[in-house]
């Protein structure tokens, strides 16, 4: 046919496979990953207090970066998450919550 393109679809539902609680302080600091070899995704809600983020591999400061609020959420690839470098913007330490899905 011309002008139609069919592609067969391959794709298949992710699934949870790893769940992670990270503090985020005056020191910035990034995902364990050893509980998530091989996932594709990784899902963020961040909570408690402000953070500023990286994903690019470069270190975030209190005026540098991403901003994550409480309740906001980032979903990231496999790439952003072993690059992923947070660190708070207030007293308050954050706190992410982290889903990694496969």
Do not use: W
């Amino acid at each position: 046919m011309r002008g139609i393109l069919s592609v067969a679809s391959t794709a298949r539902p992710l699934t949870p496979a790893a769940y992670q609680e990270v503090s985020v302080g005056s020191v910035a600091v990034g995902l364990t990953l050893a509980s998530a070899q091989g996932c594709q995704l990784a899902v963020i809600r961040f909570e408690a207090g402000p953070v500023r983020y990286r994903v690019d591999g470069g270190v975030p400061s209190t005026t540098v970066g991403m901003v994550g609020n409480d309740t906001d959420e980032e979903v990231l690839s496999s790439l952003e998450a072993q690059n992923f470098q947070a660190i708070r913007t207030s007293v308050t330490n954050g706190t992410l919550h982290v889903t990694y899905l496969k």
